[in-house]
């Protein structure tokens, strides 16, 4: 189960960089017209949902509808790290898992 959190948080980690990267772009480009939370959050379910896509492409898997829930509640934990800080997702990442070792 622990190697599962892991592998959730590097690619939460992950998209979260590349979301922070293209916001940051994309608030040069708009010269910050667009509200930057509404930005970061619609780009981490886009880049989440995409990344689905591209998972599914490589590896011939077939597309189930819990998949893209999935890639959504991915989208939102991308948005939150990346309008809060990693940080701050590492530590509610943390005290879950403490909560799911005590059940």
């Known amino acids: 189960m622990e190697q599962y959190a892991v592998q959730l948080v590097m690619v939460v980690f992950g998209l979260m960089l ?9 608030k040069q480009v708009t010269w910050n017209k667009i509200p930057t939370n509404l930005m970061v959050f619609i780009l981490s379910i886009v880049v989440s949902i995409v990344a689905l896509l591209i998972y599914v492409q490589i590896y011939h898997v077939v597309i189930v509808w819990y998949m893209f829930v999935f890639a959504v509640a991915i989208g939102f934990c991308v948005a939150y790290a990346a309008m809060f800080g990693f940080d701050k997702f590492k530590q509610i990442a943390t005290q879950w898992q403490d909560i799911s070792k005590i059940k």
């Open 18 to 26: 590349f979301v922070n990267l293209v916001a940051e772009v994309l």
